[in-house]
């Protein structure tokens, strides 16, 4: 592989990948655009952390359960440790594009892998990475952070909660209706989203054969707001 250029893009849950590689570098520059290589209808695999979710109060954290349902009340297993890594066994988790993955605030935490084969990682000279995502989120090459976006540093951001949304987030006007409430939904994703912009993976990172990009996606507490 002489070069390769990439973007992601998570947005909902949803994730989208494009790269260039022998031979289209040229087309690349030519036409301003890289060629996908993997895309939300690609070969994800996914695992999904389930819990109620949580509204951050004056008081602390208090969960939203929902009523005569108690098996939503319980927090299903985390991931194994070192879901990142590319040697990782990742037979027995979800497999399909990315958007099977759940749509539901039951999301706690949100783990994808997706892969992609490099021929000689010293002559990748230009790989990039870009995320959408709500929450927070962490990207990891073959085991290692590239880098995470409003989550604390270490294990207390990895094992917390996103940043909180602020109140404006949460607000577009009186309510008119079902279908105004529809029409509004884009720009209410459109507030929420927050982007990890053009992250440059070193050519360190990389190692010959398949590569894995990992993506960990953490929730925010729901702004107390919501209880209004």
Same mark, same amino acid.
């Given at each position: 592989?002489?070069?390769?250029?990439?973007?992601?893009?998570?947005?909902?849950?949803?994730?989208?990948?494009?790269?260039?590689?022998?031979?289209?570098?040229?087309?690349?520059?030519?036409?301003?655009?890289?060629?996908? #290589? &993997?895309?939300?209808?690609? =070969? !994800?695999?996914?695992?999904? +952390?389930?819990? /109620? *979710?949580?509204?951050? @109060?004056?008081?602390?954290?208090?969960? #939203? &359960?929902?009523?005569?349902? =108690? !098996?939503?009340?319980?927090? +299903?297993?985390? /991931? *194994?440790?070192?879901? @990142?890594?590319?040697?990782?066994?990742?037979?027995?988790?979800?497999?399909? =594009?990315?958007?099977?993955?759940?749509?539901?605030?039951?999301?706690?935490?949100?783990?994808?892998?997706?892969?992609?084969?490099?021929?000689?990682?010293?002559?990748?000279?230009?790989?990039?990475?870009?995320?959408?995502?709500?929450?927070?989120?962490?990207?990891?090459?073959?085991?290692?952070?590239?880098?995470?976006?409003?989550?604390?540093?270490?294990?207390?951001?990895?094992?917390?909660?996103?940043?909180?949304?602020?109140?404006?987030?949460?607000?577009?006007?009186?309510?008119?209706?079902?279908?105004?409430?529809?029409?509004?939904?884009?720009?209410?994703?459109?507030?929420?989203?927050?982007?990890?912009?053009?992250?440059?993976?070193?050519?360190?990172?990389?190692?010959?054969?398949?590569?894995?990009?990992?993506?960990?996606?953490?929730?925010?507490?729901?702004?107390?707001?919501?209880?209004?």
């Amino acid at each position: 592989m002489s070069g390769l250029t990439v973007r992601w893009l998570l947005a909902g849950g949803l994730l989208i990948g494009a790269a260039a590689g022998p031979g289209a570098q040229e087309r690349e520059r030519a036409e301003g655009q890289p060629t996908v #290589i &993997l895309d939300t209808a690609g =070969p !994800w695999r996914i695992h999904h +952390t389930l819990a /109620p *979710p949580v509204v951050a @109060t004056d008081d602390g954290l208090k969960p #939203i &359960l929902a009523v005569d349902q =108690p !098996w939503l009340h319980e927090k +299903t297993p985390e /991931p *194994p440790g070192g879901w @990142t890594r590319s040697d990782f066994d990742d037979s027995t988790w979800l497999r399909g =594009p990315a958007r099977v993955a759940c749509e539901t605030h039951m999301v706690a935490r949100l783990c994808l892998r997706g892969k992609f084969t490099v021929t000689d990682p010293a002559k990748v000279k230009d790989l990039r990475v870009t995320l959408g995502y709500y929450g927070g989120a962490i990207v990891y090459v073959n085991g290692k952070e590239l880098k995470r976006g409003h989550l604390k540093p270490g294990e207390e951001g990895r094992q917390g909660l996103a940043e909180i949304y602020p109140e404006s987030v949460y607000f577009f006007g009186n309510i008119h209706d079902w279908d105004w409430m529809v029409s509004i939904r884009y720009q209410w994703e459109k507030k929420r989203i927050r982007i990890l912009s053009d992250l440059s993976v070193p050519s360190k990172l990389l190692r010959k054969g398949v590569n894995v990009l990992a993506v960990e996606i953490i929730r925010a507490a729901e702004n107390d707001v919501v209880l209004l």
